[in-house]
C-alpha cells in the first residue's frame, strides 16, 4: 500500500505555475490550483485525486464529457459544462494566469451526486452546481483537453469521504458464536475456580497427614495454594477456548465462496457474466432468509425498454400496428430510422406527417441524452433505458434529436432542422417523479415540456376535459398490460412570467443554504396549469425464470415483497405475471385497509386493531376493540391467502411524523390500549401493527415508493420480526435497500454497478436467487452447524478429561496429556475431517434441493445449530470424555502382573487414544456426503497422530529434550499391549454405540432428511 501510494503521488500532472503549466507532481496539488487535463487521463489518479471546477474545454461550448465508470460504474457517457463566462474569458492560457474568481463552496462531504457553491469573479455572483465539476475517478472522453480549479483534494474530494468505514455485516451464528465464546469462557472461569476451591481444601485436609506434603506446602497457606491452582487451571484448560475455530471458520466461508463463483448453472453466458460473491462471510445466512425485498425494473424485468403504445389527443396507437410497415416512401424525411425499434404504426405516422405533434417534439426535446456522430449514424448515451427508448421512437416517427449543446437543442422535425434555445432544465429526482424543459422555439415562444408519473401530472393539470378522461383510461389499460407509463404536457409561459421567474431562479441558483428546496419551490410553480399532450407506455419484459423461482422460493417459506417506482396496476399485474399473486388470494389494497365502518378514518387505528387482535391482553376496551374490527376488517382473517398493494403515499400517512403523527395521537387515543402509551410508543405500535400485517399476508407489493421508503420496509421488519432479510435489486435507487437488508444482491443490468458495488453477492439474472439460497445459501447453513457441532464436541470429548484427572491428581493443575497432544489435537488430528465436512457436506444434492425446496425451512428456523443442540453437543462431548477416561481408570486399576502397563504416561496414551477414536467414528457416522477428501481427511488424522507420536515421544528427543519431549516410548508401550488395546477398543464401542443407534433408527422409521 506504501508503495503504490508513493507510486500514485509521484505521477506527473500539469499545474498553472505563473504564466505558463509545468509538469509537477500530484502530491504538490493544492486547491486553488488550476489543472491542464489531456483525455484519457484520470483526475488524479488514486488517494490524492481531486475534485475540480470546469473552468473551459477544448470542445465549442466549453463541453467536457466524462465516463463515470469507477465512480458509480455507470458507462454510459455524461457532459460537464463550464460556466459562459469562464469559457468566453479564459480562451487563452496566458488569460488563465490573471484568473482571480473566488469560489465559495460547502464542506467536503460525500454526496456524490450534489453540489453547491458559488464564483464570485469581476463584480458578478455566478452559480455552481455538479453539472460544473469534474469528480476524481471521471475519465475524460471525446474531449482533448479541458482546465479545472481544483476544489477538493486529497481525503476532501468526495470519492474519499466515501470510503468511511464501512459497517461490518454480521450473521446470525456470528451473533450466537460471540455470546456461545463467552459462556465458554464464563464456564472455563468457573471450572478453575471450583478446582482451585477444592484444590485448597484437599491441601489443608492432606498436608497434615502426608510429610512429603507437608514439606510441599510448608512455603504456602491452602488459599494461597488454591490462588496458584486457579491459573494453573485456567491455563490447563484454555485450550476449549476455540481460537483454532474462527481461522478454520474463515476458511470455510472463502472456499464456499469460490462454489458460488465457480457455479456454471448461475453464469449468465450472454453477456459474460458469472456469480460473484463479494462477501466472504454470509454465506450460511443465505440458508436462512425469511422475507426477500426486491426492485422490479431491471430486477424482475430484463430492463430492455421498448416503445409499445402511446396515446395522443384521445387517440391510442399500437393497438395491433406494430406489425404494420409504412409503404416504400413513408420514412423518406428520416435517415435515421431505427430499424430494431419493433414499434411502427402506420396512422401515428400518417397522423405526425399531418398535424405537427407536441408530444413527440416533447420526447426530443425533454431528456438529458447525449449525441455522438459516428459515420452517418446517430449513437445516444442515455441515463437510463427508458429516455433511450423515448428518443428512439420520437426518432423513429420524425422528431429527431440531432445535437446538444450549451444553450441548445437541435432537433429535426419531419426532415426540417429546427434550434430551440433552453432556457431552463427542471431536473428529475425521485422526489419529484418527474422532469422539465423550458425552451424557446425559433418563432420566439417560450413553452415549457414536462414528462413524469401521472400521480404528478395528472393533479397539475389545468383542466380535466374528455380527452385527459380518455388519456386516464388508457394509462389504465397500459398498466394493466403491465407497461410503464409516462405522461406528456406542457404550456405556454408568457414573456413576463419567465422574466419574473428567472429573475428569482438566478437568486436561488446562487444560494449556498437550502438551494435545492428554493429550486424545488420554483419548479413546482412553474409545473403547474400544464396541458396533457398524451401518455407513452413502455413494455419491459420479464426476466426468464422469474415466475419459477418465486414459486419455488414461496415453497421455501420465503415471502417476496416488491418495492417499486411504478403505478400500482402495472405493479399488480407484474405480480400476477410472476405469480406472486394468484387467483385465489385475498387482495388487500388501501381502501381494504381502511375501511372498517366502526372508524373510516382511521388507518392507524386499523393497524391497531389488527396488533390488539393479535397480542391481546387483558382489558375489556382492547378485547372489545379487537372483536370489534375482527368481524369488520380483512386483517382479522386467517384463513384465506392474503397480499397487500399500497403505495408510498400511504405509507408516509401510517409510519411517519409531522401533521400525520398530530394525527394519530389524536386518534389512537381512542383506542383503550393505548391510552397510558406515550407519543413514541404510539409510534412503534403503529409500526408494529404494519409489520404484523404485511407479514400475514403471502405478497407483499409497494409501489411508487422512494429509495428511502424501501430501506425503511426493510429496516421495519428487521427491527419487528427480527427476521433475516435479503434486499435485490439493480440501480442506484436500491443500494439503501441493499445496504440495510441482512444480504444485499446486486443484478448486473444496465443502470450501471451501483447495486453491485454494494452488494454482498452480485448475479446476473433474478433466476438464479434460487440457486444462490436453495443450493449454495442451504448448503452453507448446513455446513457451518454440522462444523460447529462437531468443533465443540471433540474439544469436550477430548480435553475435559483433563478436569476428571484432577479429581485423581490432588486438584494440582497437573496435565494428563503430553503437552505434544495438547498442541496438536486441535490442529492435526481432528482439524482436518471437521474441516472437510464444513467444506463439502452434503445433505441431498442440488437437483434434490431444487425439487425440495421445504427443505430449506430448517435453517429459517435454526434447527441444525442453537442453544439446545449446542448444550445437547457439549454433554455429548462430556460423556465421552467420561466414557474415555474412566474405562481405562478402571482398566488400569485391575491391570496387575509383572509385565503390566501401568504408567501415568501409558494412561494418559490409552485415554487419548480412546478419545481421539471415538471423535473420529462419530465424524464418520456424522458425514452424509463422502468424497475422496473426506476419506483422506480421516486416514491423514491417524496417520499423523502415529507419525507425531512416534516423533515426540522417540528416545533419541527425550534424550536431546527430555522437558520437552517428557513421554518417552508411551505409545509403543501402551498401544502394543494387547489388553489395553482392548480397552481402547471397549471405550469406542461404549462411546459409538448410542450415536449409531441413534443413526439407525432414523434410517430404520423412514426419518431422512427428504421425507421429513
Not at 430486477?299 to 396507437?317: A, H, P
Not at 422469474?546 to 415483497?561: A, F, H, R
Not at 383506542?671 to 400475514?696: I, N, Y
Request: aromatic share 10%.
Amino acid at each position: 500500500r506504501h508503495q503504490s501510494d508513493r507510486n500514485i503521488n509521484s505521477r506527473p500532472c500539469e499545474i498553472l505555475s505563473g504564466k505558463s503549466f509545468r509538469w509537477q507532481k500530484w502530491r504538490d496539488i493544492c486547491v486553488g490550483d488550476i489543472v491542464r487535463l489531456p483525455k484519457c487521463s484520470l483526475f488524479p489518479l488514486l488517494l490524492l485525486k481531486a475534485d475540480m471546477l470546469l473552468l473551459c474545454s477544448s470542445e465549442p461550448s466549453s463541453l467536457c464529457y466524462v465516463e463515470t465508470a469507477d465512480i458509480d460504474g455507470e458507462t454510459n457517457l455524461k457532459f460537464r459544462q463550464a460556466l459562459l463566462v469562464t469559457h468566453q474569458e479564459l480562451v487563452r492560457e496566458e488569460s488563465m494566469a490573471g484568473f482571480d474568481g473566488r469560489v465559495t463552496c460547502e464542506e467536503p462531504n460525500s454526496h456524490m451526486h450534489s453540489f453547491t457553491g458559488t464564483l464570485a469573479w469581476r463584480g458578478d455572483t455566478y452559480p455552481l452546481d455538479s453539472e460544473r465539476i469534474l469528480l476524481r475517478g471521471c475519465r475524460l472522453r471525446n474531449t482533448d483537453v479541458c482546465y479545472g480549479l481544483v476544489i477538493y483534494a486529497g481525503f476532501d474530494s468526495k470519492i474519499m469521504r466515501n470510503c468511511g468505514k464501512i459497517k461490518l455485516k454480521k450473521t446470525k451464528l456470528d451473533h450466537m458464536m460471540d455470546r456461545l465464546v463467552i459462556i465458554i469462557f464464563v464456564v472455563l472461569l468457573v471450572m478453575s475456580l471450583c478446582l482451585a476451591i477444592a484444590s485448597g481444601f484437599w491441601a489443608r485436609t492432606f498436608q497434615e497427614k502426608h510429610s512429603y506434603l507437608s514439606a510441599l506446602y510448608k512455603h504456602t497457606t491452602p488459599a494461597q495454594q488454591a490462588f496458584f491452582n486457579f491459573w494453573g487451571f485456567t491455563i490447563l484448560l484454555s485450550i476449549i477456548i476455540p481460537m483454532s475455530m474462527y481461522i478454520m471458520l474463515e476458511f470455510i466461508y472463502l472456499v464456499n465462496s469460490f462454489f458460488i463463483n465457480w457455479d456454471l448453472e448461475m453464469y449468465y453466458a450472454v453477456k459474460d457474466i458469472p456469480a460473484k460473491a463479494r462477501s466472504t462471510s454470509l454465506n450460511d445466512q443465505l440458508g436462512q432468509i425469511e422475507y426477500i425485498f426486491s426492485d422490479k425494473t431491471g430486477t424482475l424485468t430484463q430492463n430492455i425498454m421498448s416503445f409499445k403504445k402511446c396515446c395522443v389527443n384521445g387517440t391510442v396507437y399500437g393497438m395491433g400496428h406494430e406489425d404494420s410497415q409504412p409503404s416504400g416512401s413513408g420514412l423518406t424525411w428520416s435517415r435515421h430510422v431505427e430499424k430494431k425499434l419493433d414499434f411502427c404504426d402506420v396512422t401515428l405516422l400518417e397522423a405526425a406527417r399531418r398535424d405537427h405533434d407536441p408530444g413527440l417534439r416533447l420526447l426530443a426535446l425533454c431528456h438529458t441524452v447525449m449525441v455522438e456522430e459516428k459515420g452517418d449514424q446517430l449513437v445516444y448515451q442515455a441515463a437510463s433505458p427508458d429516455e433511450e427508448a423515448l428518443v428512439l421512437a420520437a426518432r423513429n416517427l420524425g422528431y429527431v434529436f440531432l445535437a446538444r449543446t450549451r444553450d441548445t437543442i437541435t432537433i429535426s422535425e419531419l426532415g426540417k432542422k429546427r434550434v430551440y434555445e433552453v432556457l431552463a432544465m427542471l431536473d428529475f429526482n425521485s422526489d419529484r417523479k418527474r422532469m422539465s424543459v423550458l425552451v424557446r422555439d425559433p418563432e420566439g415562444t417560450i413553452r415549457l415540456y414536462t414528462k413524469g408519473a401521472d400521480t404528478v401530472i395528472l393533479e397539475r393539470l389545468q383542466r380535466r376535459g374528455p380527452n385527459e378522461t380518455f388519456t386516464e383510461r388508457a394509462l389504465d389499460r397500459f398498466a394493466e398490460e403491465t407497461l410503464r407509463t409516462l405522461c406528456l404536457a406542457s404550456k405556454e409561459v408568457s414573456e413576463v412570467e419567465y422574466s419574473d421567474w428567472s429573475r428569482r431562479h438566478r437568486e436561488a441558483s446562487i444560494l449556498l443554504q437550502g438551494r435545492a428546496q428554493e429550486l424545488d419551490k420554483l419548479y413546482e410553480e412553474m409545473e403547474q396549469n400544464l396541458q396533457l399532450l398524451g401518455a407513452t407506455a413502455i413494455e419491459d419484459k420479464l426476466q426468464d425464470g422469474v415466475p419459477e423461482t418465486i414459486q419455488l422460493l414461496k415453497l421455501g417459506n420465503i415471502k417476496v415483497w416488491v418495492l417499486t417506482g411504478d403505478k400500482q396496476e402495472t405493479a399488480m399485474n407484474i405480480g400476477y405475471a410472476c405469480k406472486l399473486l394468484t387467483d385465489d388470494m385475498e387482495i388487500l389494497e388501501e381502501k381494504e385497509i381502511s375501511s372498517a365502518p366502526t372508524i373510516p378514518s382511521s388507518r392507524s387505528e386499523i393497524l391497531g386493531a389488527h396488533w390488539v387482535s393479535n397480542n391481546n391482553s387483558s382489558g375489556s376496551g382492547e378485547a372489545q376493540s379487537s372483536s370489534c374490527l375482527s368481524q369488520q376488517c380483512p386483517s382479522a382473517s386467517h384463513h384465506k391467502k392474503r397480499a397487500i398493494i399500497i403505495s408510498g403515499d400511504f405509507l408516509d400517512k401510517i409510519l411517519h411524523t409531522g401533521e400525520v403523527l398530530k394525527e394519530k395521537r389524536r386518534l389512537w387515543r381512542r383506542l383503550a390500549f393505548c391510552r397510558a402509551v406515550g407519543s413514541e410508543q404510539q409510534g412503534s405500535l403503529v409500526e408494529k401493527a404494519f409489520v404484523d400485517l404485511a407479514t400475514s399476508c403471502q405478497a407483499v407489493i409497494c409501489c411508487r415508493v422512494t429509495p428511502k421508503q424501501k430501506a425503511l420496509m426493510v429496516q421495519l421488519v428487521k427491527k419487528h420480526k427480527k427476521a433475516i432479510t435479503l434486499a435485490i435489486g439493480d440501480g442506484a435507487n436500491d443500494v439503501n435497500m441493499i445496504k440495510t437488508a441482512d444480504i444485499g444482491v446486486g443484478i448486473s443490468g444496465l443502470e450501471g454497478a451501483q447495486a453491485v458495488q454494494c452488494s454482498d453477492y452480485a448475479l446476473a439474472q433474478f433466476s438464479y436467487l434460487q440457486r444462490l439460497l436453495l443450493v449454495h445459501g442451504r448448503w452453507a447453513y448446513l455446513r457451518i452447524c454440522k462444523f460447529l457441532r462437531c468443533f465443540f464436541y471433540k474439544t469436550f470429548a477430548g480435553l475435559m478429561a483433563q478436569v476428571w484427572f484432577a479429581f485423581h491428581s490432588g486438584f494440582t493443575a497437573q496435565s494428563l496429556y503430553e503437552g505434544w497432544f495438547l498442541a496438536l489435537y486441535n490442529i492435526f488430528y481432528t482439524a482436518y475431517p471437521v474441516l472437510s465436512m464444513g467444506l463439502l457436506e452434503q445433505d441431498v444434492s442440488a437437483k434434490k434441493s431444487l425439487e425440495f425446496p421445504e427443505l430449506y425451512v430448517v435453517g429459517q428456523q435454526d434447527e441444525l445449530f442453537n442453544y439446545r443442540v449446542f448444550g445437547v453437543t457439549l454433554l455429548h462431548g462430556v460423556s465421552t470424555s467420561l466414557t474415555s477416561f474412566y474405562i481405562a481408570l478402571w482398566a488400569f486399576e485391575d491391570h496387575v502382573g509383572s509385565k503390566a502397563v501401568g504408567d501415568y504416561e501409558s494412561f494418559a496414551v490409552t485415554v487419548g487414544t480412546s478419545a481421539l477414536l471415538s471423535v473420529l467414528m462419530e465424524i464418520i457416522l456424522d458425514t452424509k456426503f463422502w468424497t475422496v477428501l473426506s476419506f483422506m481427511m480421516v486416514t491423514a488424522s491417524l496417520l499423523l497422530f502415529c507419525l507425531f507420536s512416534f516423533l515426540t515421544q522417540s528416545i533419541d528427543a527425550f534424550r536431546i529434550a527430555p522437558a520437552i519431549f517428557s513421554f518417552p516410548d508411551a505409545s509403543r508401550n501402551a498401544l502394543t499391549d494387547p489388553y489395553i488395546l482392548l480397552v481402547v477398543l471397549l471405550s469406542l464401542v461404549v462411546n459409538t454405540i448410542p450415536s449409531l443407534t441413534i443413526h439407525l433408527y432414523h434410517t430404520m422409521t423412514g426419518k431422512t432428511t427428504i421425507q421429513q
